[in-house]
T-cell receptor, first 114, second 114 residues
């Protein structure tokens, strides 16, 4: 199947700093990628849809100025958590459509804000 | 928007027995229903999916059934094995998993007792 790679897998930062997470489709082009957030022992919550060459579409309740999404190429989307706070600590996962309708997920990035 | 309910939240079965997880969805326009298996700290892995033009799909020990009228779908795992222990998520999508992100159920923690 298609491969989606996410980096970094783990990141620890101080409160008030910004963190960037990258999501890459390695063997296919993805005009659309999705960013999810998962708290411990909970489900995946869709945060936003990343669209190549245009603005991301955010789900209700997700602050677009807090979670900056850039989809500058057909193989790369980035999520930047700005001015991170401890409540932003979570598991962030991206996904992309591999062209067959199936969504492939990245490995996930565990963010810990101290 | 779409709302997906999943039951039970925890399911414990004896090794070799069958396990059934049930989901309901709210939007009759949804047409793609995948099931994901997620091990602790790892990415969700697609195990089986079904589209609205099909009532049942089977892949070895795993099967999924869909009742469009009642808007519910179920995952059936037969002859359960210890490696089946994980969290399972159902999901629904309006556009076949392509253009839209998935709406996930809350997950079922499946425990296989030896």
């Amino acid at each position: 199947g298609a491969v989606v790679s996410q980096h970094p897998s783990r990141v620890i930062c101080k409160s008030g700093t910004s963190v960037k997470i990258e999501c890459r489709s390695l063997d296919f082009q993805a005009t659309t990628m999705f960013w999810y957030r998962q708290f411990p022992k909970q489900s995946l919550m869709l945060m936003a849809t990343s669209n190549e060459g245009s603005k991301a579409t955010y789900e209700q309740g997700v602050e677009k100025d807090k979670f900056l999404i850039n989809h500058a190429s057909l193989t790369l989307s980035t999520l930047t958590v700005t001015s991170a706070h401890p409540e932003d600590s979570s598991f962030y996962i991206c996904s992309a459509n591999g062209g067959t309708g199936e969504l492939f997920f990245g490995e996930g990035s565990r963010l810990t804000v101290l | 928007g779409e709302n997906v309910e999943q039951h039970p939240s925890t399911l414990s079965v004896q090794e070799g027995d069958s396990a059934v997880i049930k989901c309901t969805y709210s939007d009759s326009a949804s047409n793609y229903f995948p099931w994901y298996k997620q091990e602790l700290g790892k990415r969700p892995q697609l195990i089986i999916d079904i589209r609205s033009n099909v009532g049942e799909k089977k892949d070895q020990r795993i099967a999924v059934t869909l009742n469009k009228t009642a808007k519910h779908f179920s995952l059936h795992i037969t002859e359960t094995q210890p490696e089946d222990s994980a969290v399972y998520f159902c999901a629904a999508s309006l556009s076949g998993g392509g253009a839209d992100g998935l709406t996930f159920g809350k997950g079922t923690h499946l425990i296989i007792q030896p």
